[in-house]
């Protein structure tokens, strides 16, 4: 494996357990990431399945890996993570994790990390695009949960 990985910390003014809540539940997962479908079984080695695209032609995007730490009030933590694309090879392997602390003031600190890039064209592409994605969605995930 590489040693690439897309790493990135955010405060959240609110609770760790809604940050938490924002990745495992399915309306707000819809309401801040257009997720169109999941599957989230909240377990150690749970399924957790994220569907986007959803069209006559199928499924554009998926993102599925098995769940191998879980506390509602402090971490996800996915192993296994593919991504599967219409444009794509099937990319898998990866790990996503996201860790919650509890700050002064009613806020929260998010701690990011996916990793597991392997090497190859398609793998460039998609660190490039979750590089540029990330500061961007926790950009809104902080807006949605700050309003």
């Avoid at 590089?131 to 961007?136: C, G, K």
Wanted: hydrophobic share 35%; proline share 3%.
């Amino acid at each position: 494996m590489s040693a690439r990985k897309v790493e990135l910390s955010i405060t959240i003014k609110t609770k760790p357990v809604k940050i938490i809540q924002a990745f495992t539940e399915f309306g707000m997962l819809k309401d801040w990431w257009n997720v169109d479908r999941s599957y989230i079984d909240k377990r150690l080695g749970g399924t957790y399945t994220l569907i986007w695209g959803i069209s006559d032609e199928g499924l554009k995007y998926v993102s599925t890996g098995i769940i191998d730490e879980y506390n509602p009030e402090q971490i996800l933590k996915i192993k296994n993570l593919s991504y599967i694309s219409t444009e794509h090879p099937v990319l898998g392997g990866m790990t996503l994790e996201i860790r919650v602390e509890k700050e002064p003031n009613e806020n929260a600190k998010v701690y990011l990390c996916q990793d597991g890039y392997q090497n190859g064209k398609h793998w460039d592409w998609y660190y490039d695009a979750v590089s540029q994605a990330w500061p961007q969605m926790l950009n809104v995930l902080k807006d949605y949960l700050e309003k």
